[in-house]
């Protein structure tokens, strides 16, 4: 847990330290990990679903590149 400590009601000062302080403890990323959490069914549908339209992509450039 971080903690700081707010000296003349300086809020964006602390701010700044907190942010300092949790990329240092990999909080950040935590918190962007944890936003939002998605089913495992659901996951693999997306997952699916990009692979999906990357080799349709890939089929279309191909297609441009080699004339086929």
Do not use: H
């Not at 400590?5 to 300092?20: F, G, P, Q, S, Y």
């Not at 949790?22 to 909080?27: A, H, N, R």
């Not at 918190?31 to 992509?57: D, G, L, T």
Request: net charge positive; no cysteine; hydrophobic share 35%.
């Amino acid at each position: 847990m971080v903690k700081v400590l707010v000296i003349d009601n300086n809020v964006e000062k602390a701010l700044k330290k907190i942010k300092r302080k949790g990329l240092k403890e990999g909080f950040s990323f935590e918190q962007k990990r944890r936003y939002r959490y998605i089913k495992p069914s659901v996951r693999k549908v997306q997952e699916k679903k990009e692979a999906v339209r990357n080799e349709m992509k890939r089929q279309r450039i191909q297609k441009q590149v080699w004339g086929f």
